[in-house]
């Protein structure tokens, strides 16, 4: 489920492989049978034993679904996210792999305020991924009722990509696949970072100016750690000017844009009549990296949805138009 709350931080059958060259999940780990040992994962909700290999596989929240597809594990339901996505409510990078894969799984509706309890249960999941989410302590025990239940470590919707990779992998019993989807991620945004010796060191805030509330990303959020991925630094006044001593997201009063030091602002907008509109604004012009034009402007929800944070699928898919469009605004700070 991807909640209104957590679309802001964005703007937010058996378990089977496909035939399309997927590692069968029966050789290794999630549904690999007789030498499962069991798995013990504590997170935020509680503690999730795993005591067989799970073979039907239900996902929800953000990433786990890439996550499991990257690992050669096609889920048998998935839920559907209300963002960026196509007439079945999934994401461009998961249907372009499902459609390649020639694989089906079920989509579970997607809901506003808590999870889809009976679609859930009507698949019969022997494991429930939900590493990156919202759940509560409620939902969560309500889940764990139908299966075991994997939430996430810290704090709601602010699992790093690789932990959540990793923690994917030790759930479906696939921790050296895992290790290895993260280890070749990591090389491909360590090739573009050594590409990009621009940004070393260049302070940045990553900012949303929707619905009226200009929001601004702190370090504990997804896609921020991306940007400090590529040699990004946070500017010390995201912090400074967090009043309310928020985790990952906090809306800072027009009156003080004024105050956001940072040599280089990442603005996200859904499209360029956006950008404009933010632009037009006084409390834009009044940030020092927008007069100075040190601006990107992350456009369109698709690639948005791609960073924001990305995924074991998404990040190759967006990397390249996401680097560039910062690299340009890159060649304005001063």
Not at 51 to 76: D, I, M, Q, Y
Not at 145 to 164: D, K, Q, S
Not at 286 to 301: E, K
Not at 307 to 333: F, H, K, Q, R
């Amino acid at each position: 489920m991807v909640a209104a709350a957590a679309l802001t931080t964005l703007a937010l059958a058996a378990c089977s492989s496909g035939d399309g060259g997927a590692e069968d999940p029966t050789d290794a780990g999630a549904g690999g049978g007789s030498d499962w040992e069991t798995v013990t994962i504590e997170h935020a909700l509680g503690t999730t034993e795993i005591t067989e290999a799970p073979e039907n596989v239900v996902t929800l929240g953000w990433g786990s679904t890439e996550a499991a597809l990257a690992l050669g594990v096609v889920p048998v339901g998935i839920e559907a996210q209300t963002y960026a996505v196509d007439e079945q409510g999934l994401l461009p990078w998961v249907a372009e792999f499902l459609d390649a894969e020639g694989a089906e799984p079920t989509i579970i509706p997607a809901t506003v305020e808590e999870p889809a309890y009976e679609d859930i249960d009507a698949l019969d999941p022997d494991l429930i991924l939900a590493p990156y989410s919202g759940l509560t302590q409620e939902q969560y025990d309500l889940l764990a009722e139908i299966a075991p239940t994997v939430a996430y470590p810290e704090a709601p919707w602010t699992t790093p990509w690789r932990e959540l990779i990793t923690i994917v992998g030790q759930s479906l019993g696939l921790d050296a696949e895992a290790e290895a989807v993260v280890s070749d991620l990591d090389a491909e945004v360590a090739a573009v970072a050594e590409a990009h010796p621009e940004l070393e060191g260049i302070t940045v805030a990553a900012v949303w100016d929707i619905g009226g509330t200009f929001y601004v990303y702190k370090p504990a959020d997804s896609r921020v750690d991306f940007l400090l991925d590529l040699g990004l630094v946070s500017a010390p006044s995201v912090e400074a000017l967090d009043s309310g001593g928020e985790t990952f997201v906090y809306s800072l009063s027009y009156e003080q844009t004024d105050q956001l030091d940072a040599q280089l602002i990442v603005n996200y907008a859904s499209t360029e009549a956006d950008v404009e509109t933010f632009l037009g604004q006084s409390y834009a012009q009044a940030i020092p990296a927008v007069q100075a034009g040190a601006i990107a402007n992350i456009t369109g929800d698709p690639l948005i949805a791609a960073m924001s944070p990305p995924t074991a699928l998404s990040l190759v898919w967006g990397l390249e138009d996401y680097v560039t469009t910062i690299s340009e605004a890159a060649a304005n700070v001063q």
